[in-house]
């Protein structure tokens, strides 16, 4: 039998360890695959929970179901940006056995920690958009989901094709970036509305990257303007022109950790 030609077996590869990372983290456990569901399922319900207990007045007007697509849309959109930052940050050290094997193609690795986190994220926003629909959101803002999520996925996979290799270098960094990712969850506009933010603190807001994406996917599922830092033209240039940075480091750098990392695993 013919061998399968090397490049076609490098394109299943990312995919290979996709399904690997989702089934690894239900190894042992009753339901199986089946958490990739239930846990973010669980999760949006745990935050629905709280706003029909909290009855939070800073998602702008409207009913439950209405403010409850506009708390989840930003909680998928962030979950999707601190999950995949944060795995990034050991994604070098849970495949060390790999990497030493010199014909390990590295480069598959930041493919492989997003993908993994964007079931959840896909799983979400299915979620949200059927929410979204019930309380009368169903607009043609939805198509913006295609293009933003895209340009979420180069930007997340860049980061974590800078942060793989730094997170062994620097070993303070997952610390740092925890306590980071932590602190992001409030000081981006995630639980609440940009326009709820004051004056003296919006600055904080406005330069970070993570907010317009947010912003973008929550009105995207929502088509509430309020949701948007600036505009939708604005707020998607900032997120394709961040992208695009992380995305020239991310290529100036990709030899660096098969030169230097891999001692260091």
């Known amino acids: 039998m ?5 490049p076609r077996r490098n394109a299943r590869l990312p995919f290979q360890l996709i399904v690997y990372e989702i089934r690894s983290r239900s190894a042992g456990s009753v339901l199986g695959v089946a958490w990739a569901v239930v846990q973010p399922l669980l999760f949006l319900g745990t935050y629905w929970f709280l706003l029909t207990v909290l009855r939070s007045k800073r998602l702008g007007q409207g009913d439950d179901a209405s403010q409850l697509a506009v708390l989840l849309s930003g909680l998928v959109a962030w979950q999707f940006i601190a999950r995949s930052i944060g795995s990034s940050l050991g994604t070098l050290t849970t495949h060390a056995n790999l990497i030493r094997n010199v014909n390990f193609p590295l480069g598959v690795l930041p493919f492989v920690t997003v993908g993994a986190r964007a079931v959840d994220y896909v799983i979400g926003l299915v979620v949200v958009i059927a929410l979204s629909v019930y309380a009368g959101h169903a607009t043609l803002s939805f198509a913006l989901l295609v293009p933003v999520t895209l340009v979420l996925l180069v930007f997340l996979i860049s980061v974590a094709a800078i942060l793989g290799p730094l997170a062994v270098m ?30 003296s603190i919006d600055a904080v807001a406005y330069v970070n990257p993570a907010a317009y994406f947010v912003a973008l996917i929550r009105y995207a599922t929502t088509g509430l303007d309020d949701a948007l830092m600036v505009s939708v033209p604005v707020d998607m240039a900032v997120c394709t022109g961040t992208a695009l940075v992380f995305l020239v480091i991310a290529v100036l750098s990709r030899n660096y950790a098969r030169r230097r990392v891999v001692d260091h695993l």
């Open 2 to 6: 013919a061998r399968e030609p090397q």
């Open 170 to 199: 620097l070993r303070d960094l997952n610390r740092l970036m925890q306590i980071a990712l932590r602190a992001g969850l409030f000081l981006t506009p995630v639980l609440y509305l940009p326009t709820a933010l004051p004056n």
